[in-house]
């Protein structure tokens, strides 16, 4: 997370530094320098301050106290330019549980990316950091995705990506339809089995 263990694993040619809460402008340069991938996230420190003191985590009073410097470092690396992948490090720790990566979203937002930047940083960054850009990341023919659908505008309001999901494709099937969006697509799906 500090500059010194980020300085160490860059020059030595990982791919990725998680979290990078206590980077600096120098750490920041390294990364780019050497192609390396920021996963922030920031959602965890979010999580920690939030739901830490009910779990009796003794670092949330800390984490609280060094909220606003760790946004400000990370809108340096957005600033500066530093390649940025989603992760939320979901289910690292008790207080940040799974189901609220997209909170990763709007935090990226609030260190000064555009809902679409940070949108990017999820699908095709984390597939290019992954090295699976050939397979994920975009919708095309031929790559897999699993979509969401959003009641709303998220490029208006990225915390649409968290609340506003009304609908879910996973693997080709629908998973999760509450406006009956794809009821038309279901009812194709089931003619063509009923012909086969």
Same mark, same amino acid.
């Given at each position: 997370?500090?500059?010194?263990?980020?300085?160490?694993? +860059?020059?030595?040619?990982?791919?990725?530094? %998680?979290?990078?809460?206590?980077?600096?402008?120098?750490?920041?340069?390294?990364?780019?320098?050497?192609?390396?991938?920021?996963?922030?996230?920031?959602?965890?420190?979010?999580?920690?301050?939030?739901?830490?003191?009910?779990?009796?985590?003794?670092?949330?009073?800390?984490?609280?106290?060094? %909220?606003?410097?760790?946004?400000?470092?990370?809108?340096?690396?957005? %600033?500066?330019?530093?390649?940025?992948?989603?992760?939320?490090?979901?289910?690292?720790?008790?207080?940040?549980?799974?189901?609220?990566?997209?909170?990763?979203? %709007?935090?990226? +937002?609030?260190?000064?990316?555009?809902?679409?930047?940070?949108?990017?940083?999820?699908?095709?960054?984390?597939?290019?950091?992954?090295?699976?850009?050939?397979?994920?990341?975009?919708?095309?023919?031929?790559?897999?995705?699993?979509?969401?659908?959003?009641?709303?505008?998220?490029?208006?309001?990225?915390?649409?990506?968290?609340?506003?999901?009304?609908?879910?494709?996973?693997?080709?099937?629908?998973?999760?339809?509450?406006?009956?969006?794809?009821?038309?697509?279901?009812?194709?799906?089931?003619?063509?089995?009923?012909?086969?």
């Amino acid at each position: 997370m500090g500059v010194e263990g980020i300085k160490n694993v +860059v020059l030595s040619g990982v791919d990725t530094v %998680e979290h990078g809460w206590y980077m600096d402008e120098s750490s920041c340069h390294l990364m780019i320098e050497h192609g390396t991938t920021l996963v922030g996230t920031l959602s965890n420190v979010v999580a920690i301050i939030h739901n830490g003191p009910d779990l009796f985590m003794p670092w949330a009073s800390m984490m609280a106290a060094d %909220e606003a410097a760790v946004f400000e470092r990370h809108k340096m690396a957005v %600033e500066l330019g530093v390649t940025i992948a989603m992760g939320s490090d979901c289910g690292g720790n008790e207080s940040h549980r799974h189901g609220q990566n997209a909170l990763e979203l %709007e935090c990226y +937002v609030r260190c000064g990316m555009s809902p679409t930047q940070a949108i990017t940083s999820a699908t095709m960054g984390g597939a290019a950091v992954m090295r699976m850009s050939d397979a994920i990341g975009t919708i095309e023919p031929g790559k897999l995705a699993d979509l969401v659908v959003i009641d709303g505008d998220p490029l208006s309001d990225i915390s649409l990506a968290r609340t506003g999901v009304v609908g879910v494709v996973q693997d080709g099937r629908v998973i999760r339809d509450d406006l009956g969006l794809m009821d038309e697509l279901r009812a194709e799906r089931r003619g063509a089995a009923a012909l086969a």
